[in-house]
C-alpha cells in the first residue's frame, strides 16, 4: 500500500474482474504433404478459400490427404492449423531479362535548324518506339509516328527544348527525354530522346527536318547516335550526324558465363507455383507479367491462374522504388505473399545497389570488375537487325559494355517454372519426414503441434495409416495432453476381423499394423467413406478421420465439447455416398466391445452414413475411455491453466487459495449448468497445502469432478400383463 503523507482525496484501483477464458475446442491440426505453401510451419488458416492460395489443391499426385482433410473440416470449423512436410523441395523459378531502352544523342546547342536562305527555323521530330515485342505505339501518320515540333531558340540546349514538348524521360511512358547539362561535355551532348521500352526488340526510330511540319527531305544533321555496343566513345555513344536514326534497345543474356538477370522464385518451394496448362486448357499456378511505365519505371504483376493477384511498381534507380527493396528478397519482411527475387550475375545472387539516376549503366549493380555478354539490335541498311551478338569488356570504371537507361524487358505472361513438391519416394522417409524433429529450431513435422500458442485440440495426419506416423501422433498427444490424435486403417484392409486385427497390431500384412493402439489419447474410426471430388470431378475414398474430426467441430458448433460426436443427432454424414463395407449389428458388436476400440461408420437404410460409436483406444473401463469425457477433460486442463497463471508468484496463503477456489469455480459451475459434469469440488486449503508443499513453494488444488456420462446403450423393458393386474403398483 502507499504511503499518503499529505492531506488529499486518492483513489486506488484493483481489478478482482478476473473470469475464465473462452477456448476454441474446435481447433484442428493437420499434418500432411502439399504442393505450395509454408513447410515445418503450423500455418493458421480460417476458409477453404485461403487453404487453397496457401497451400495448393489436392492432387492424386500428392500422397495422403491432408489437403482434402483440411477442405472438409473447414466446413465446420474456421479454424485449422495446416502443417506442410517436405524434404529437399525447390523453388519454381522464372529469369526475367534485364536490357537497355534504345536512345539517341540530342546535340547540345540551343539552336534551331537556318535553311538554305539562312533563315532559322523551328525543328519538328518525328518520333517512333516499339516495344519489346516489335510493335509500333504510336499510330500517327499511317503508323509512321508522332511529330513534335521544338523551337530551341529560348532554351538553355536542344535537350531542353525537347523536354518541353515531348516530356520527361523520367515520367514519360512511351518516349522522354534525359535532360542532363554534364550528359557528355567532351562531345556536347546534352540529353538523349529515350525510348519507354527494354530489350532487343525494341526501337527507336528519330527523323528531324526544318520547319513546323514534317518534310522529309528537308533534312537536318543533328542528331546524333548512342549505339550500345561502341566502346570507342566513353558510354558508348557515336559521334557520327545523321537526319534520321533507327536503333534499338539492348538486352543482357539471362543464363550462362557473364549474364545478368532478376531471379524470380516462389516465395516456398512446390509444383503448386509451375505455371502452365491443365489437360482440359485452364491455367494454373503462377506466372509472372513485366509492363514499362514511366521510363526507368516498370511493372511486375504477379498471376495465379492467369490472373492478377499482386503488382509493384519497381525500377533499378534510386529515385524510383528500388527493385530488391519493392519485392522481398527472402522468406523474412514478405512483401509479396508469392514470390522473392534477386538480381543475379552468372546465375548467382549478386550483392546490388540501386543506380543513382536513369542513365547509369548497368554494372556499377555489381561490384567488382567484369566482363558482360550484351545482345542488342544494331543498325544495318535502315533496318534493325537483331541476330548480331557483341561481347563488350572491360572494368567496373570504364563505362565500355552495357548501355544507359536499364531496365526489365516489358513481356508477356512468363510461367514459374521447376519447382517440386519434396515429397520423398519411400514410405520411410515420408514417414520420417512427417514425424518431424523436436530437437531442430524451428520444429519440424507434426512436432510443430507441441506449441501452447496454437491451441490445438484435434489433430491427424489424414491417408496416411503408416505405423510410425500413427504412433508418434498418439505420443505426441500424450505427452502434450492437449489435443486428441485421430486414426484409422488402411483403406481396403479387408474384413471386419482384419480391421479389429489391426487395431490390436495382429494385421496379417507384414508392413501393416504390428503393436495395438491403447490410448485415451486417441481414437480409431472406420470404414473409409467415399465422396465426390469437386477438383477433378470423380468419386474418392476419404480417410474416415477426416470426417470424425469433421463432426467433432460440428458437435461444438451446435452443442458443447463434452456431447458425443455421434449418432443420428450429432454423428451423421451428409456428404459421403457410401463406405467402403456395410457393416451389420453383429459386426458393430465386434468393432465397439470385447476390448476392441473402433468407431464404426454405419450406413443406416433411411437415416443414411453415421458415425456410430464414440470410444477412445484406450483399453481399460474408466471415464476418459470416451471421447467425449476426454475432450471435456482437455478443454477443463486448458480453461483452469489460463485462468490461474496470474497466481504464480502470488503470496502461498490462505488469501490466494481462497482466490483459485474462486476462479475456478464458476468455471465448473458453468461445465455442470451445460450438462457436461453432475457434481464437482475444488479444494485449496491446507489441507491440499501441507507445510511441506509451502516450504518447496508449492500450491496445490485438488478438483474432483463427476463427468456427465452418455447413454450409448437404452433399453425398454416391456412387461406383459394380466388383464387383472394393477399397473399402479408395479
Not at 545523321?242 to 532478376?262: E, F, K, R, W
Not at 519485392?327 to 543475379?344: A, L
Not at 460426436?565 to 456395410?582: C, D, I, V
Request: charged share 20%; glycine share 10%; with cysteine.
Amino acid at each position: 500500500m502507499p504511503n499518503y503523507l499529505s492531506p488529499g482525496v486518492y483513489t486506488i484501483e484493483k481489478d478482482f474482474s478476473q473470469f475464465t477464458p473462452s477456448i476454441n475446442t474446435s481447433v484442428v491440426g493437420i499434418v500432411g504433404f502439399a504442393s505450395k505453401g509454408p513447410i515445418n510451419k503450423a500455418t493458421l488458416i480460417t476458409t477453404q478459400e485461403s487453404l487453397i492460395s496457401t497451400f495448393g489443391e489436392p492432387s492424386e499426385a500428392i500422397n495422403g490427404q491432408a489437403l482434402e482433410g483440411a477442405l472438409e473440416i473447414l466446413e465446420q470449423t474456421n479454424v485449422v492449423y495446416f502443417i506442410r512436410c517436405a524434404e529437399d523441395a525447390l523453388d519454381a523459378s522464372a529469369a526475367l531479362s534485364v536490357g537497355t531502352c534504345p536512345a539517341i544523342a540530342v546535340s547540345g546547342g540551343a539552336t534551331n535548324a537556318v535553311d538554305r536562305w539562312g533563315v532559322e527555323r523551328p525543328i519538328t521530330f518525328r518520333i517512333q518506339v516499339k516495344d519489346s515485342q516489335g510493335v509500333s505505339k504510336f499510330v500517327d501518320n499511317d503508323g509512321q509516328g508522332r511529330d513534335f515540333t521544338v523551337n530551341a531558340s529560348t532554351a538553355r540546349s536542344q535537350s531542353a527544348a525537347l523536354r518541353s514538348v515531348i516530356g520527361g524521360a523520367l515520367d514519360s511512358d512511351v518516349v522522354g527525354v534525359f535532360d542532363d547539362g554534364s550528359f557528355d561535355s567532351n562531345l556536347g551532348l546534352s540529353g538523349a530522346i529515350v525510348g519507354g521500352f527494354a530489350g532487343s526488340g525494341a526501337s527507336l526510330h528519330v527523323s528531324a527536318c526544318s520547319g513546323i511540319s514534317f518534310n522529309a527531305a528537308s533534312g537536318v544533321s543533328a542528331l546524333r547516335l548512342m549505339s550500345p555496343n561502341t566502346a570507342s566513345v566513353n558510354y558508348g555513344i557515336s559521334g557520327e550526324f545523321a537526319s534520321a536514326i533507327n536503333v534499338g534497345g539492348g538486352q543482357y543474356l539471362d543464363t550462362g558465363t557473364n549474364s545478368i538477370a532478376y531471379l524470380v522464385e516462389s516465395l516456398n518451394p512446390g509444383a503448386g507455383y509451375n505455371g502452365g496448362t491443365r489437360s482440359n486448357g485452364d491455367t494454373s499456378g503462377n506466372s509472372i507479367t513485366v509492363d514499362s511505365v514511366g521510363s526507368q519505371n516498370f511493372v511486375i504483376r504477379v498471376n495465379d491462374a492467369g490472373v492478377a493477384l499482386e503488382t509493384f511498381k519497381a525500377s533499378l534507380v534510386a529515385s524510383g522504388a528500388f527493385l530488391e527493396e519493392v519485392i522481398n528478397t527472402g522468406e523474412t519482411n514478405v512483401v509479396s505473399r508469392i514470390i522473392k527475387g534477386n538480381i543475379v550475375k552468372d546465375g548467382t545472387d549478386a550483392t546490388v545497389s540501386a543506380l543513382s539516376r536513369f542513365s547509369n549503366l548497368l554494372q556499377s549493380l555489381v561490384p567488382g570488375p567484369f566482363t558482360s555478354t550484351f545482345r542488342y539490335a544494331s543498325v544495318a541498311g535502315g533496318e534493325i537487325d537483331t541476330t548480331d551478338t557483341v561481347t563488350g569488356g572491360g572494368d567496373l570504371g570504364e563505362g565500355e559494355t552495357g548501355g544507359r537507361f536499364n531496365k526489365l524487358i516489358g513481356l508477356a505472361a512468363q510461367n514459374l517454372v521447376g519447382g517440386s513438391n519434396g515429397i520423398p519416394s519411400t514410405e520411410e522417409n515420408r514417414a520420417a519426414v512427417l514425424i518431424g524433429s523436436e530437437a531442430q529450431e524451428p520444429k519440424t513435422g507434426m512436432q510443430s503441434l507441441n506449441d501452447d500458442t496454437i491451441n490445438v485440440g484435434i489433430a491427424l495426419v489424414p491417408g496416411i495409416q503408416t505405423q510410425s506416423v500413427q504412433n508418434a501422433l498418439i505420443t505426441l498427444a500424450e505427452v502434450t495432453q492437449d489435443f486428441l490424435a485421430l486414426v484409422s486403417p488402411p483403406y481396403a484392409v479387408g474384413t471386419v476381423q482384419d480391421a479389429i486385427d489391426w487395431s490390436n497390431g495382429q494385421a496379417a500384412s507384414t508392413d501393416s499394423r504390428t503393436v495395438p493402439i491403447n490410448s485415451s489419447y486417441a481414437a480409431i474410426h472406420w470404414p473409409w467413406v467415399k465422396v465426390f471430388s469437386t477438383f477433378d470431378g470423380v468419386d474418392r475414398w476419404y480417410d474416415p478421420s477426416i470426417f470424425a474430426a469433421r463432426q467433432m467441430a460440428f458437435t461444438d458448433g451446435i452443442g458443447e465439447t463434452w456431447f458425443a460426436p455421434a449418432g443420428y443427432r450429432r454423428g451423421r454424414l451428409t456428404k459421403p455416398t457410401e463406405t467402403e463395407l456395410k457393416l451389420s449389428q453383429g459386426d458393430r458388436d465386434s468393432l465397439y466391445s470385447g476390448g476392441n476400440v473402433i468407431n464404426p461408420i454405419v450406413a443406416f437404410p433411411q437415416q443414411g452414413l453415421t458415425v456410430f460409436g464414440q470410444r477412445t483406444a484406450q483399453r481399460t473401463a474408466s471415464a476418459v475411455d470416451r471421447i467425449n469425457i476426454r475432450r471435456l477433460m482437455i478443454f477443463i486442463k486448458k480453461s483452469i491453466l489460463a485462468t490461474t497463471q496470474r497466481f504464480v508468484f502470488e503470496p502461498n496463503d490462505e488469501f490466494t487459495w481462497e482466490q483459485v477456489e474462486a476462479a475456478v469455480n464458476p468455471f465448473l459451475d458453468d461445465i455442470k449448468r451445460k450438462r457436461g459434469l453432475t457434481e464437482f469440488r475444488v479444494v485449496c486449503d491446507e489441507t491440499t497445502n501441507t507445510p511441506l508443499r509451502v516450504d518447496r513453494n508449492e500450491l496445490w488444488t485438488k478438483v474432483l469432478l463427476r463427468p456427465t456420462k452418455t447413454a450409448e446403450i437404452i433399453v425398454f423393458e416391456i412387461n406383459l400383463t394380466n388383464q387383472s393386474a394393477d399397473l399402479g403398483t408395479l
